[in-house]
């Protein structure tokens, strides 16, 4: 079956309903590892993956990743029912929202680019607060943007999951004795507008019960688009 035909198949007609899979097929296609029935990102960059349906191949061949390279993360629009074999490790409830909002002027807001060498920092930042899956890899997703005071990374956002049109924000994080500056506001601003000059509509997924979180969003410009599944994924003895 072609990748056409198998998306198809699953009735999805919209591009973000299935954004794991298509960024692994499309802009983000150079770090997918698996096959037509099953695909993830490195583990080290996110522990993301997609299937092409949910037939048994195609959960034969999530399985087979599980087994290589440890536990999986799906994003999907409906609950997934895995089969024997496979232990369910988390199962919770995003937003994925969508901007639709006005661009803001940015050239104001002082920031920095971060690099390879900020790695450390922005994994100890991740740690502490939690903002969502965040490794050593990560990085290599696209542009991530911080702000420094005091002498450490004080805040910090990014973009992770980019496919044709659409590119997401994450890890948005502030340290517990920054917040309340709108380090987190102005770091999305400048992101929207990069993203936005590329002629790509900005997304992002939050967590359903993180209010303040969805509350800062909406004053950016971002709307509720649909509730998504997050299901974590290992094998049977996991």
Not at 1 to 8: C, D, F, I, P
Not at 33 to 62: C, H, K, N, V, Y
Request: glycine content about 8%; charged content about 20%.
């Amino acid at each position: 079956m072609s990748e056409a035909a198998a998306r198809n198949d699953t009735g999805i007609a919209h591009p973000l309903d299935d954004v794991v899979w298509n960024a692994l097929t499309s802009k983000q296609r150079r770090f997918a590892f698996g096959d037509d029935r099953a695909l993830r990102f490195p583990t080290a960059i996110a522990r993301f993956a997609a299937m092409a349906d949910a037939s048994p191949a195609s959960f034969e061949a999530l399985r087979r990743l599980i087994e290589a390279h440890g536990p999986v993360a799906l994003v999907t629009p409906g609950e997934v029912l895995p089969p024997a074999g496979f232990s369910v490790i988390t199962h919770t409830t995003l937003l994925q929202m969508i901007w639709q909002g006005k661009l803001d002027p940015t050239s104001a807001f002082e920031h920095v680019r971060l690099a390879e060498r900020d790695v450390p920092e922005m994994l100890a930042l991740t740690t502490a607060t939690q903002p969502g899956p965040f490794g050593p890899r990560t990085i290599e997703l696209g542009d991530y943007l911080g702000v420094r005071r005091q002498g450490k990374l004080a805040a910090m956002a990014g973009e992770r999951m980019r496919l044709d049109g659409y590119t997401e924000i994450s890890a948005v994080c502030v340290d517990a004795a920054f917040r309340g500056q709108g380090h987190a506001a102005g770091l999305m601003r400048l992101l929207i507008a990069a993203i936005r000059a590329r002629a790509e509509t900005p997304f992002l997924h939050v967590f359903k019960l993180n209010h303040a979180a969805i509350a800062l969003y909406r004053t950016l410009g971002f709307v509720e688009r649909r509730e998504m599944h997050l299901m974590v994924l290992g094998g049977a003895t996991t």
